[in-house]
């Protein structure tokens, strides 16, 4: 069975302050892929990035890394310098090679303080 | 706009009414997918088209869900004799192939009284 876990339910930081979200995931298949969203207050998730099981190398875009480690079966994000902008709940997902069905996690709420 | 829409945005009906959600997705997107949020809860998976290919509807809790996709375009999902348990707001979302980033609409926020 597939399972994606983000055991932070909420985080609160203050601004600047780097914050990192963890995501653990749960599969027996050997190629997948995995995905951060963000949901901000608006309501609408936004894709922030795409990983493949076999591309283990840390993603840096800005702010935001992203640490993808197979042997602990994470793939947790950075925020570095957080700003208020930043404040949403962030969803890590996993999605099977040749089932393209999607889980989600139950997504970590970040909220960044002035 | 060029995203995908949804409507109504909206909809508060009474126990056992039957409710019709509509998606329109980006022009072009060959995959489409039906979530359901629950109020402070993660996403989960309901339905998803991929062309003319057989929709997988894995995820749908109950026979009182259905949802057709004409081709590459609208969609539908449709919940008869609704529950109070189906209050929740129905996300639609489309991407072009397989595996690739999803492009979420804003959603029907459903409320059963």
């Known amino acids: 069975a597939q399972k994606v876990t983000q055991a932070q339910t909420e985080i609160s930081v203050v601004e600047k302050e780097d914050v990192t979200l963890d995501c653990v995931y749960e599969?027996?298949?050997?190629?997948?892929?995995l995905f951060w969203y963000k949901q901000p207050p608006s309501g609408e998730l936004v894709f922030l990035i795409r990983?493949?099981?076999?591309?283990?190398q840390n993603e840096i875009s800005g702010r935001y890394s992203w640490n993808f480690q197979k042997s602990t079966s994470s793939f947790n994000f950075t925020i570095t310098a957080s700003q208020v902008v930043d404040s949403a709940v962030y969803f890590c997902?996993?999605?099977?090679?040749?089932?393209?069905?999607?889980?989600f996690g139950s997504g970590t709420k970040l909220n960044v303080k002035p | 706009g060029a995203g995908v829409s949804q409507s109504p945005s909206n909809k508060v009906t009474e126990k056992g009414k039957d409710v019709e959600l509509r998606c329109d997705p980006i022009?072009?997107?060959?995959?489409l997918y039906w979530y359901r949020q629950r109020l402070g809860q993660g996403l989960e998976f309901l339905i998803y088209?991929?062309?003319?290919?057989?929709?997988?509807k894995s995820g749908l809790p109950s026979d009182r869900f259905s949802a057709e996709r004409t081709g590459e375009s609208v969609s539908t999902l449709t919940i008869q004799r609704t529950q109070q348990e189906d209050s929740a707001v129905y996300l639609c979302?489309?991407?072009?192939?397989?595996?690739?980033?999803?492009?979420f609409g804003p959603g029907t926020r459903l409320t059963v009284l």
């Open positions: 599969t027996r298949d050997t190629t997948y892929y």
């Open positions: 022009s072009g997107h060959t995959a």
């Open positions: 088209f991929q062309g003319n290919s057989a929709p997988d």
């Open positions: 990983r493949n099981s076999f591309d283990e």
């Open positions: 997902a996993l999605c099977l090679y040749n089932f393209n069905k999607f889980y």
């Open positions: 979302a489309s991407s072009f192939g397989d595996y690739n980033e999803q492009f």
